[in-house]
């Protein structure tokens, strides 16, 4: 199984100010996938990132609002820009391990953003 | 576009009893991959679970068991034996085949009673 890691596990943020989460996996992976989970909501995907291309983007998602940056097999950056109440979430990133034979996809530990 | 329901918001379960959570599913594609994740308080999402559309048997890991009815696109999730810990969120998720992405079914809080 894949060991996923994410920074930080939680940020207090003010409106109108921009974080970037970190998600570190520890092995090689193709395919990383960023969710979002509003309170009391299901998870809905934002971006799938691969290594050296550009993030495909889910409906209602864009690239300004959440850039991604995926620079290597094991590590991936979500950016959620210019925050508003409405960002605050839990931001998950994940990894699909079904190329290496294993019918899976692992979560990281996930990111509770606050933004006040 | 795949869909996936869960119709129970929440359920109670008595310690040591058997608890069996509802999901069903919609696609057009043959091949799709059924998941089943726990997700407690922590916020964390555990995998507990997989189901293929050609396996044969039905899957089961430890206390969890996968009641899979192919016609009726169903994959029910079954925990034996409930414990304190087993009170969570679950979700209900599935991705077809050649198409990575999950889709979540709206999940259901279990709260397991001593």
Redesign the interface.
Known sequence: ?AVISQKPSRDICQRGTSLTIQCQVDSQVT?M?WYR?QPG?????IA?ANQGSEATY?SGFVIDKFPISRPNLTFSTLTVSNMSPEDSS?Y?C?V?S?GRGY????????T?LTVL | AQKITQTQPGMFVQEKEAVTLDCTYDTSDPSY?L?W?KQPS??????LI?Q?SYDQQNATEGRYSLNFQKARKSANLVISASQLGDSAMY?C?M?VLND???S????TTVTVRA
């Open positions: 199984s395919m996938f989970q909501q299901s998870l809905t995907l799938t889910e839990i998950l994940s699909d079904s019918n899976e996809q692992f979560f990281g530990p996930g509770r | 991959g998941f994740y922590s916020g964390e999402m555990i995998f997989y293929g979700f998720a991705r990575y992405k999950l979540f079914g709206a999940g």
